[in-house]
């Protein structure tokens, strides 16, 4: 079952914009991460925040966490043609042990117009 | 980062044939790799846990004499699609740990595409 829920769907913007994904989720987690799918291809690892962080920067990403309201979002500022993929959000919940397995939210593809 | 690769990256095949995907970790020893499929537009499903010499965890729904797991050494694991139908037809990803300090990461595969005439 999904964890994540990211909104919107999908996002187009201008070359140069800021694009804002959220992701909420519904059970308690360990961490949550971020990551990129270009099309057609395997996933990169964006970025991961523990439960016990609200904001986490590298780069030009922002991500933050609320878990109060079980809900993440990435922030890609200036954003470049070269940022269109589909993101995604997934889940680690606690107390699984090292080699815990993630939980993927349905994703959101961003379309970067140059 | 640390590298992990399938192969093949691409198959066509026969309904009714068996194919085998290989996922390996290049630069790094994982006792733990996982395999994921991704219909198009569509997240990443867990199927299974591979874990190195033991059998796989298979989540539910998952048929595991439809989908043989392999993974016998600690930088190879093999994902068997047995007697393939077309709605087998997806991406398979794999991911790998690896373990740094106190920090696992999990590393994922580029992925293979799988169609079944």
């Known amino acids: 079952s999904q964890q994540g829920e990211e909104d919107p769907q999908a996002l187009s913007i201008q070359e140069g914009e800021n694009a804002t994904m959220n992701c909420s989720y519904k059970?308690?987690?360990?961490?949550l991460q971020w990551y990129r799918q270009n099309s057609g291809r395997g996933l990169v690892h964006l970025i991961l925040i523990r439960s016990n962080e609200r904001e986490k920067h590298s780069g030009r990403l922002r991500v933050t966490l609320d878990t109060s309201k079980k809900s993440s979002s990435l922030l890609i500022t200036a954003s470049r043609a070269a940022d269109t993929a589909s993101y995604f959000c997934?889940?680690?919940?606690?107390?699984?042990?090292?080699?815990?397995?993630?939980?993927f939210g349905k994703g959101i593809t961003l379309s970067v117009r140059p | 980062g640390a590298v992990v690769s399938q192969h093949p990256s691409r198959v066509i095949c026969k309904s009714g044939t068996s194919v085998k995907i290989e996922c390996r970790s290049l630069?790094?020893?994982?006792?733990?790799m996982f395999w994921y499929r991704q219909f198009p537009k569509k997240s990443l499903m867990l199927m299974a846990t591979s874990n190195e010499g033991s059998k796989a965890t298979y989540e539910q729904g998952v048929e595991k004499d439809k989908f043989l797991i392999n993974h016998a050494s600690l930088t190879l694991s093999t994902l068997t699609v047995t007697s393939a139908h077309p709605e087998d037809s997806s991406f398979y990803i794999c991911?790998?740990?690896?373990?740094?300090?106190?920090?696992?990461?999990?590393?994922f595969g580029p992925g293979t595409r799988l169609t079944v005439l």
């Open positions: 991911s790998a740990y690896r373990r740094e300090g106190a920090y696992n990461e999990q590393f």
């Open positions: 630069d790094f020893q994982a006792t733990t």
């Open positions: 997934a889940t680690v919940p606690p107390f699984t042990g090292a080699n815990s397995k993630l939980t």
């Open positions: 059970t308690s987690i360990n961490n």
